[in-house]
């Protein structure tokens, strides 16, 4: 090729979501670096890159395709991979970004349509690549892996300084506003990702963040980071994300969310969340920014990441340095202000046993977590410390590969579980998985909420111990059984996703053993080891579909309640419902916060559609308890 030609680029990074499409920041950090940045000059026509979800009919043909991988768009970037070579059989293929297994011996055997692999930073290795390709000479530059010689000595490249680079937002915005109306025109959703910094101080096993884990911080321009968020406003996109690892860790990360919030009265704003990644032991900066995104509506809600609370779990997974104590201290903070939060946990660690997961769960709800527990299970990712193979062998991992299905109306993508270890067998992994929808359906979605809460509170009785008192209910083992057998053929067979069908419709474990129990109500509810007058609370305010009429009981249990909700987290209450004759009504027949759901005459159907059927994080304090106890 002659540098007086122009090289055509196509860069590939297919969004997560069908309707929820990320504009495409990565094509313009590239963008902007080769022309702005890089110190010699390049002759590029850049194609339209690939940013939505689905592969689409008519993709050009180039001479560079760049393709940036992550766990959900790797199978499908190989395939835009294997058409572009159709295209031009001389394409040169580049990957970069956390899924690309490289660390594999025959990669570039089981992998022939890609010609080069990116460990390092993207944007100089790839302006290199444009600029050698461009000028005929050789690309085995360091930073990367060749085809043609796959295993020469990896050099680490010294890490970029972010606070020199142009802004791929500002430089790119004619661009990533018609991108913005192209999403816009096919009525999807905007995501935007922020990147005021990249590094994180930490090496969690599960992560892979590209090579940016157990690394310094290095920032961007500030000011070039203001410029951007008022951008960012102005596009008023439904998400912005922000990547940074750890949000707060800087004292300046504060000014970025002022600005986010000086914006309201200078832009219209209506759609826009903001979501962070607060950090992990320096609370103070991450937990203002949440109360000022919370307060100017621009989030509503918050995630506290605990993935374990036991010691050696935490001790292997290497986040013994993030301590549980600093994760408490925020969840006092997000209920002294009023923040819903929800909890993570992470099925599968290494050094996990059933009786520690339970112990999890246990410490979450004694924190006050009664509204939403999430779990993820643990992916194996290539890069991640927990992929290699010491830490394999060290841990004895087995691991479960599945076409894996995050929601049923998503694309399915491949990836490792890790689904045994020293610690627990794949039929402990059932168990495990099983007890986590068990508490689920039973707690958050408030099966039994409100009596586990009367039973640790009054009687002194542990979650754990309550809910081993649930699993004996013949009814609940039955549908127990149910799903244990499904997860037989997910762990142990080759049923690819764990969803299960329920009257046509696919659902997941928690959310079918829910519906099974309210179609048994009766049986379910065969229970009063606490009180008849609290199971009749428990049955009163739980969402089953049927018509709701104001009662009366012995018990206040709205005081009670109200007091429960008053004291410190992980404080115990001792105290008992006062027996008093106390009228409940229903002020309106909305679930939890969302009166925009009507549930006076609900089908179990509405219940899975309209309810249940919702993300996570819009389903809590799914029951009526907000208004009847209030
Ligand atoms: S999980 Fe978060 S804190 Fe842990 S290494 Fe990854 S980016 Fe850093």
């Known amino acids: 090729m002659s540098n007086n030609e122009k090289i055509k680029v196509l860069i590939s990074i297919p969004s997560l979501l069908h309707k929820s499409i990320?504009?495409?920041?990565?094509?313009?950090?590239?963008?902007?670096?080769?022309?702005?940045?890089?110190?010699?000059?390049?002759?590029?026509?850049?194609?339209?890159?690939?940013?939505f979800h689905e592969i689409p009919d008519d993709i050009p043909e180039c001479d560079v395709l760049g393709l940036s991988c992550y766990v959900w768009n790797w199978e499908k970037n190989l395939e835009i991979a294997r058409i572009s070579k159709q295209l031009n059989p001389n394409c040169f293929v580049i990957a970069g970004g956390p899924q690309v297994p490289y660390n594999q011996k025959n990669f570039?055997?089981?992998?022939?349509?890609?010609d080069a692999v990116c460990y390092s930073e993207g944007e100089h290795i790839f302006a290199e690549v444009l600029y050698n390709l461009s000028n005929n000479i050789s690309v085995?530059?360091?930073?990367?892996?060749?085809?043609?010689?796959?295993?020469?000595?990896?050099?680490?490249?010294?890490?970029?300084?972010?606070?020199?680079?142009?802004?791929?937002?500002?430089?790119?915005?004619?661009?990533?506003?018609?991108?913005?109306?192209?999403?816009?025109?096919?009525?999807?959703?905007?995501?935007?990702?922020?990147?005021?910094?990249?590094?994180?101080?930490?090496?969690?096993a599960f992560c892979d963040w590209g090579s940016a884990t157990n690394s310094k911080i290095k920032k961007f321009n500030f000011e070039t980071i203001m410029q951007e968020i008022d951008f960012m406003c102005q596009l008023n996109p439904e998400l912005v994300f922000v990547a940074d690892a750890n949000f707060g860790i800087l004292e300046l990360d504060l000014e970025f969310i002022?600005?986010?919030?000086?914006?309201?009265?200078?832009?219209?704003?209506?759609?826009?969340?903001?979501?962070?990644?607060?950090?992990?032991?320096?609370?103070?900066?991450?937990?203002?920014?949440?109360?000022?995104?919370?307060?100017?509506?621009?989030?509503?809600?918050?995630?506290?990441?605990?993935?374990?609370?036991?010691?050696?779990?935490l001790s292997i997974m290497d986040r013994d340095n993030i301590k549980v104590i600093n994760?408490?201290?925020?969840?006092?903070?997000?209920?002294?202000?009023?923040?819903?939060?929800?909890?993570?946990?992470?099925?599968?660690?290494?050094?996990?046993?059933?009786?520690?997961?339970?112990?999890?769960?246990?410490?979450?709800?004694?924190?006050?977590?009664?509204?939403?527990?999430?779990?993820?299970?643990?992916?194996?990712?290539?890069?991640?410390?927990?992929?290699?193979?010491?830490?394999?062998?060290?841990?004895?991992?087995?691991?479960?590969?599945?076409?894996?299905?995050?929601?049923?109306?998503?694309?399915?993508?491949?990836?490792?579980?890790?689904?045994e270890c020293f610690s627990f067998t794949k039929n402990d992994y059932i168990e495990m998985q099983l007890y986590s929808s068990f508490i689920q359906s039973m707690h958050n979605l408030s099966l039994f909420k409100f009596v586990a809460m009367l039973a640790y509170h009054s009687y002194n009785v542990s979650y754990t111990e309550f809910y081993d008192q649930i699993l004996q209910i013949p009814i609940i083992k039955t549908i127990l059984d149910e799903v244990r057998s499904d997860l037989n053929e997910y762990v142990l067979g080759d049923k690819q996703h764990k969803f299960i069908t329920y009257h046509n419709k696919m659902l997941n474990y928690e959310n079918y053993i829910f519906l099974r129990c309210i179609e048994n109500l009766d049986e379910v509810y065969q229970f009063d080891t606490y009180g008849k007058d609290i199971m009749e609370l428990q049955r009163n305010i739980v969402v089953n579909g049927q018509p709701k009429k104001?009662?009366?009981?012995?018990?206040?249990?709205?005081?009670?309640?109200?007091?429960?909700?008053?004291?410190?987290?992980?404080?115990?209450?001792?105290?008992?419902?006062?027996?008093?004759?106390?009228?409940?009504k229903f002020k309106h027949f909305s679930v939890g916060p969302y009166e925009d759901i009507d549930t006076t005459n609900f089908k179990i159907k509405d219940?899975?559609?309209?309810?249940?059927?919702?993300?996570?994080?819009?389903?809590?304090?799914?029951?009526?308890?907000?208004?009847?106890?209030?």
């Open 22 to 51: 990320y504009l495409p920041y990565i094509w313009g950090r590239l963008k902007t670096y080769v022309e702005c940045d890089y110190d010699k000059h390049v002759n590029v026509e850049w194609l339209d890159p690939l940013y």
């Open 108 to 114: 570039f055997e089981l992998y022939p349509e890609i």
């Open 140 to 204: 085995d530059i360091d930073g990367m892996l060749l085809k043609t010689n796959p295993n020469k000595t990896r050099k680490l490249v010294p890490k970029m300084e972010l606070g020199e680079l142009t802004s791929a937002w500002l430089h790119c915005k004619d661009d990533f506003l018609r991108f913005e109306q192209e999403i816009r025109n096919q009525k999807k959703r905007v995501n935007v990702l922020l990147e005021t910094n990249r590094g994180c101080p930490y090496k969690c």
């Open 258 to 313: 002022k600005r986010f919030v000086r914006n309201i009265n200078n832009y219209n704003m209506s759609r826009m969340q903001v979501n962070i990644c607060p950090a992990k032991n320096k609370k103070h900066i991450s937990n203002e920014s949440l109360r000022l995104l919370y307060e100017n509506k621009l989030a509503i809600n918050s995630v506290v990441s605990f993935q374990h609370t036991d010691d050696e779990v």
């Open 327 to 419: 994760s408490v201290e925020e969840v006092k903070e997000y209920n002294r202000i009023g923040i819903p939060s929800a909890g993570v946990l992470i099925i599968g660690n290494p050094g996990d046993t059933l009786s520690k997961l339970k112990g999890a769960f246990d410490d979450l709800l004694c924190m006050g977590f009664h509204d939403e527990i999430r779990l993820h299970d643990y992916m194996l990712l290539p890069n991640a410390p927990a992929a290699a193979p010491e830490y394999v062998e060290k841990w004895k991992i087995g691991y479960i590969e599945k076409m894996y299905l995050e929601s049923p109306d998503r694309t399915p993508f491949k990836t490792r579980f890790i689904a």
């Open 550 to 584: 104001d009662f009366v009981l012995d018990y206040d249990f709205k005081r009670y309640f109200h007091n429960i909700q008053q004291l410190e987290i992980n404080e115990r209450g001792m105290f008992m419902p006062e027996k008093i004759k106390t009228n409940y």
């Open 607 to 630: 219940i899975t559609n309209k309810v249940l059927g919702r993300l996570t994080n819009y389903r809590h304090r799914i029951t009526y308890y907000n208004n009847v106890l209030q």
